[in-house]
């Protein structure tokens, strides 16, 4: 099983980015995925995340109303469509999977089975 997120860069307040997680190993249509991201200095938060079994998407309170997590059941990517973006948005991007993990784990690093490198998402004018 293999991850690999793609898409971060330098970004202006306002703008937007697309992350995209590629996955390899594995049907990620068929596992729990989920994307969160670490702050110089700081934990990693969960940012937003697919279920095993269910289509509807779970987000961080932060991030509601403007980013959107998608999957590409032919490409076999997760997405993170990142729109009216804030300073505060600047961190180390990453996509998890799972085939285990209950939907009260979901928001916990840890629990999560599998992990790739991040995408370095910076948010500066």
């Known amino acids: 099983v293999q991850l690999q997120a793609s898409g971060g860069g330098l970004v202006q307040p306002g703008g937007s980015l697309r992350l995209s997680c590629a996955a390899s190993?594995?049907?990620?249509?068929?596992?729990?995925v989920a994307w969160f991201r670490q702050a110089p200095g700081k934990e990693h938060e969960f940012v937003a995340a697919?279920?095993?079994?269910?289509?509807?998407?779970l987000y961080e309170d932060s991030v509601k109303g403007r980013f959107t997590i998608s999957r590409d059941n032919t490409e076999n990517t997760v997405s993170l469509q990142m729109n009216s973006l804030k300073p505060e948005d600047t961190a180390v991007y990453y996509c998890?999977?799972?085939?285990?993990?209950?939907?009260?784990?979901?928001?916990?690093?840890?629990?999560?089975?599998?992990w790739g490198l991040g995408t370095l998402v910076t948010v500066s004018s």
């Open positions: 697919f279920p095993r079994t269910s289509s509807n998407p």
């Open positions: 190993g594995f049907a990620a249509s068929r596992y729990a």
């Open positions: 998890a999977a799972s085939s285990r993990i209950i939907l009260s784990s979901l928001r916990t690093w840890s629990l999560w089975s599998y």
